[in-house]
């Protein structure tokens, strides 16, 4: 049974999820080939993605349509949609928005982490500000609060790729943290070094969910926000 993410959604935005081995449901057209060509775990990702694409184009009432692959391995969608797809070790969730209302979206799933994992790439995913925060936390806080970082911008990442092509360091982002609305984090970005690389988009914000089986980060363009530094 999917879940629709609620917090997240809205009637131009669809998000939802559910886990791998319950979304293996048939492909459409081109999605078969793709899925030939393909092994093992990766297979069932695959599948449970697209299936739970179609549910929510459906739900956007768009119909079924196949999701293909570019060369780089993203999503390509169908003209009047925008979308992300992630996975963790357990789970897949979709995000789909109405083109006529996002430019561009980005969705990242995480599950927990040790505190050895997050003391291991506490340097490389926090920027110098982030990690003047973090360092006050106490151990449970500071794993936690890592992770939700690296989910943001790895969501942030995925919302300004299809855009810009641009690959991005950790580094290139910092993550401005709002108060908390019922478990969820709304949040914007802001870029350090608007020098490194240049191109990077404006006007880029988000949400992030976090409770102790998973994180979840979406963030969105708008359209009519597409502005660069």
């Not at 768009?62 to 390509?76: H, I, Q, R, T, W």
Request: proline share 5%; net charge positive; aromatic share 8%.
């Amino acid at each position: 049974m999917h879940e629709i993410l609620k917090e997240f959604s809205t009637p131009d935005l669809v998000v939802c999820s559910g886990f791998i081995d319950d979304f293996q449901k048939d492909l459409l057209g081109l999605e078969k080939d793709i899925y030939r060509r393909m092994g093992g775990v990766r297979r069932m990702e695959f599948r449970a993605g697209r299936s739970l694409a179609h549910i929510a184009m459906r739900l956007l009432q768009f119909g079924e349509n196949p999701v293909g692959m570019d060369a780089k391995g993203a999503p390509l969608w169908p003209a009047e949609v925008v979308g992300s797809i992630s996975h963790n070790q357990k789970e897949c969730c979709v995000a789909l928005g109405r083109k006529i209302r996002f430019l561009s979206v980005g969705i990242d799933i995480e599950s927990p982490i040790s505190l050895d994992m997050a003391d291991s790439i506490f340097d490389v995913v926090c920027s110098r500000l982030e990690r003047s925060k973090i360092k006050k936390m106490a151990d449970s806080g500071k794993k936690k609060e890592v992770l939700k970082i690296f989910c943001m911008k790895e969501s942030v990442y995925k919302c300004q790729y299809p855009i810009t092509e641009k690959w991005l360091d950790f580094q290139d982002l910092e993550i401005i943290q709002q108060s908390p609305v019922e478990k969820i984090i709304p949040f914007s970005v802001r870029i350090p070094n608007a020098s490194r690389p240049p191109g990077l988009l404006k006007n880029i914000e988000g949400k992030c969910r976090f409770n102790k089986d998973k994180v979840t980060s979406i963030a969105v363009l708008k359209a009519g926000s597409r502005e660069f530094v």
